[in-house]
């Protein structure tokens, strides 16, 4: 069994920071066989979408809407992934979600709400 738990959000002010974070844990995988990580989101009425995504040797891939805002980051030992978010909008409100490539089969955290207030 394969779980993902994620951590980190809440309620913050437009400009502000949160940090996400999300750990894969159960008794059939090791460190080696996470692959890709990343991070979703989904906005009330809008269709879920990639926000970030890292590799296990660190290579990274970004929405355009948060280049240069949010960072995406792993400790492969502690089979974490994090979301830096920093300059907050409004329209970051979101469910996000955590995403990883476990055994060659695809895992979904359960979602962590993020709201920023305008």
């Known amino acids: 069994q394969v779980q993902l738990v994620e951590s980190g959000g809440g309620l913050v002010q437009s400009g502000g920071s949160l940090i996400l974070s999300c750990t894969a844990s159960?008794?059939?995988?090791?460190?080696?066989?996470?692959?890709?990580m990343g991070w979703f989101r989904q906005a009330p009425g809008k269709q879920r979408e990639l926000v970030a995504r890292?590799?296990?040797?660190?290579?990274?891939n970004y929405a355009d809407s948060v280049k240069g805002r949010f960072t995406i980051s792993r400790d492969n030992a502690k089979n974490t992934v994090y979301l830096q978010m920093n300059s907050l909008k409004f329209e970051d409100t979101a469910v996000y979600y955590c995403?990883?490539?476990?055994?060659?089969?695809?895992?979904w955290g359960q979602g962590t709400q993020v709201t920023v207030s305008s």
């Open positions: 890292i590799t296990r040797s660190g290579s990274t």
């Open positions: 995403n990883a490539d476990i055994l060659r089969r695809n895992f």
């Open positions: 159960g008794s059939i995988f090791t460190i080696y066989d996470i692959y890709d």
